[in-house]
């Protein structure tokens, strides 16, 4: 499978949602919804060993995690995917401090996604608009289902996010992974994504998934030989 290019994925973080993202603090305001709330950012994922920024391409095993998930199709440049964007960071947001209100204080991770084709061709060989994708928060186990539905029933009284009917839970079990740290462009993934191949071919893996990315820095606001990525492949032995 090859890295495909995101070259101008400036809508990463849509600037309509009045998103402002460091290394420090988050400062959300989804107009109306919530007004200039500070939040406290330390990466704490950043310490569990799926999340490990290793440069070195390394094999591991994923636990099953629950996730807030919102899936679509096409190219990161339309309006439809700043819309589906704005939904999961619209209800992302919401049901963390709901569940903060009720003494269930957690932080929300890194944006992740999972990336595809429906023939099965490497992104890159295709049209923006053939693409798939879900982009997704991990949850922690002390957030369930329906937590995620009372949230949505406040929220569905506003109308304001247009993509809600696309917004669901999902259950991700990637089991044993291949992973490197990605250090550069988007569009420079190709070498990264190649010794990642080179160490699967060395110990008998191959590819059974789809291509996952932690997106560990903003890229609005990030040089892109500064930007940071977790690449992730789920892989099987070999026969």
Known sequence: ????????????????IGLSLSTATLVPTFNQTIDSIMISLPLPTMTAQAYQPRIEPRSLHIDPV????????????????????ETLFGVAFPLKFHQKAMGNSFDLPHLEGIWWTENGKPVSQVREEEWHWKLFFTMPNTVEKYMLDQTLDR??????????????WMTLN???????????????????????????????L?????????????????????????????????D
Not at 209 to 225: C, Q, S, V
């Open 1 to 16: 499978m090859e890295v495909f290019f995101k070259e101008n994925w400036h809508s990463l973080f849509p600037t309509d």
């Open 66 to 85: 629950e996730c807030l998930m919102i899936q679509g199709y096409g190219s990161t440049l339309s309006p439809f995917f700043s819309e589906c964007l």
């Open 155 to 168: 929220i569905e009284e506003k109308g304001r996010l247009k993509q809600l009917h696309r917004l669901d």
């Open 174 to 204: 990637e089991g044993m992974v291949v992973q490197a740290l990605h250090l550069g462009a988007y569009a420079q993934e190709r070498g990264t994504i190649a010794r990642m191949q080179l160490y699967m071919e060395l110990n008998n």
């Open 206 to 238: 191959e590819i059974c998934g789809h291509h996952h990315e932690i997106y560990l820095n903003d890229p609005r606001i990030t040089n892109k030989d500064q930007l940071r990525t977790i690449l992730r492949y789920p892989v099987r032995q070999r």
